[in-house]
């Protein structure tokens, strides 16, 4: 993975969501091979319950910038110290079902073992990028929502667990900025917009 253009590059911001918030997407190295990692939301949460996820959540007002938004969630879900992070930049924005604008963090971390805050997170789960990367692995759909309009759902299964929503969404820009992966042009199908989602 090639990060160096994330030093330099200015996110597209969101301005209009209700409120903000900020995650963090860990690389780290296992086996001389990049991987991310990942948090799997605890079940008893009210919003996105289950999900894969980024470690990260909502600015509170002590927080000076996002930036500091994601270093305080990912010590809080995960144990992870700022101290041990390195941040190379951000990706864009993106707007979720929540109202909440998220400011995606690429940063790189040790590879360790991290201990969840079972209030907030199931598991942490650790993929590599190779397997990220091979389009076996990747599927999408079209949804025309009456309220969100036309967009593409993203849905990456590796080793029995599934990356989607808006976590897949922000998996798509990074992959693409860091890597050769490219998003095929194709969706693999079209569905209702209240289809049940294939995971």
Known sequence: MDLSGLRHR????????????????????????PHL?????????????????FPGGGREPSDA????????EANEEIGLRPEET????????????????????VATVPDREYVPDESEVAE??????????????YESERRDHPEYGDHR?????VDGYTVWGATGRMLVQLLELTTDWTMPPQVDRV????????V
Not at 153 to 157: A, K, L, Q, S, Y
Not at 191 to 198: E, N
């Open 86 to 105: 390195e941040i190379h930049g951000a990706l864009d924005d993106i707007t979720t079902v929540t109202d909440y604008a998220v400011r995606p963090f």
């Open 153 to 157: 759902v993203h849905f990456f299964r």
């Open 65 to 72: 910038d996002l930036r500091a938004t994601a270093l305080r």
């Open 124 to 137: 942490v789960v650790v993929l590599p990028v190779a397997a990220l990367t091979d389009l076996a692995n």
């Open 10 to 33: 200015t996110p597209v911001a969101v301005t209009d969501a209700a409120r903000e918030a900020a995650v963090l997407a860990p690389l780290l190295r296992r086996d001389d091979e």
């Open 37 to 53: 990692l990942f948090t799997k939301r605890a079940d008893h949460l009210g919003e996105h319950p289950g999900q894969m996820s």
């Open 191 to 198: 569905v209702d917009p209240d289809a049940d989602f294939p």
